[in-house]
């Protein structure tokens, strides 16, 4: 039986007591996340049954339509936001442009003062083989000062976030978050729906043997890069050497994992992708600054990923990012210097 728990709820409210001038908004916008991401879980969990129940794309009995599981996350994230009246624009890697949001409650202390970025589904080409998948989003706040958000509220600094965080739907769901104030993970109890306190105070291990990567990429990556990957390959018991590889596919699972047990995950630049393939507001600068707080590093190979000027919504970037000293190896063969 449960005797002691903190619920996700109860942990941000706890936290924001903590700051005399929070009005409270950023705990209610929070939780309309960790409500969207109870739904995507249990519609997750769901999604074997579309072929017995009907395909996406199809009519289903009711006379709707069954509609992709990633098109859904987007539309329940991006209702929860419009419906919440603490956002003034959400931006989705889902979307092409940014959906403007109108305050709720004008002329009021609750206006919309954040902008809020997700990605719905990360490593939606997992789906169907019902393998981990997530949930990511960042929040600023907005520069405007009133009505609908702009691109320039869109388009800030990954140093600029006040509170990011991802949801993966796996063997069991984990809410991750962090405001600033330490990363902790919440695990999903799906008898009471409650998102309870699992992980308090994530860090990474400083060094660790683990690496995850594409490595079917080899022949398309800089020299730097295939010398970086042969080095973790070559056997040295000093160093620890060689790393372990895992790759699942899914970007938020393979960034859990390293962050529980230390790893450093790479997609890099390659011949196809000359920026990558990650997306840096959706992807790389929630991921970087949850690292940072986890005592980890992030960075595109040379530079820290969340002070990069942002010039567009849906931006690649190359991306390491895990345990500090791995990601600082990686810079060192990347850059010449190793
Ligand atoms: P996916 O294509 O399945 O959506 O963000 C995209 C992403 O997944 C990441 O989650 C994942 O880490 C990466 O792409 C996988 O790319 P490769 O198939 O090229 O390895």
């Known amino acids: 039986m449960i005797k002691k728990f903190t619920t996700f709820y109860r942990h941000i409210i706890e936290e924001e007591r903590k700051i005399p001038e929070a009005t409270g908004q950023l705990s209610d916008l929070l939780s309309d996340i960790a409500l969207a991401c109870k739904v995507l879980s249990q519609e997750v969990n769901r999604a074997g049954l579309i072929d ?27 209702y929860s936001m419009q419906q919440g009246g603490h956002a003034c624009a959400v931006c989705s890697e889902e979307s092409e442009e940014f959906v403007p949001i109108d305050a709720k409650y004008q002329e009021k202390i609750l206006h919309n003062k954040y902008i809020v970025h997700f990605d719905p589904l990360d490593g939606s080409s997992n789906i169907d083989a019902n393998i981990s998948i997530g949930t990511i989003f960042s929040i600023y706040k907005r520069i405007s000062k009133s009505g609908p958000g702009t691109m320039e509220d869109c388009l800030q600094k990954g140093i600029e976030q006040v509170a990011a965080g991802y949801c993966v739907y796996g063997s069991s769901s984990i809410l991750v978050y962090t405001a600033g104030k330490g990363v902790h993970g919440f695990t999903l109890d799906p008898s009471v729906g409650e998102f309870l306190l699992s992980h308090s105070n994530m860090k990474i ?26 080095y973790l390959k070559e056997k040295d018991k000093e160093t620890e050497r060689p790393y372990s590889s895992r790759y699942v596919g899914s970007l938020v699972a393979d960034f859990h994992r390293n962050l529980l047990y230390g790893g450093i995950f790479i997609y890099p630049a390659d011949e196809k992708n000359k920026n990558g393939k ?50 600082k190896l990686a810079e060192k063969f990347l850059t010449g210097k190793e």
């Open 52 to 78: 017995i129940l009907g395909f996406t794309g199809q009519v289903n009995i009711q006379g709707e339509e069954v509609k992709k599981l990633d098109e859904y996350a987007n539309d329940i994230l991006t």
């Open 205 to 230: 291990p400083k060094k660790a043997k683990t690496y995850s990567t594409n490595d079917g990429n080899y022949s398309k990556w800089s020299k730097g890069m295939q010398r970086y990957i042969d």
């Open 278 to 327: 990650l997306r840096l507001m959706y992807e790389a600068n929630p991921l970087s600054f949850i690292i940072e707080e986890a005592g980890g590093r992030s960075s595109n190979g040379k530079d820290r990923i969340l002070e990069l000027q942002p010039e567009s919504l849906h931006q690649r970037t190359p991306l390491f990012i895990g345990s500090e000293q791995d990601v």
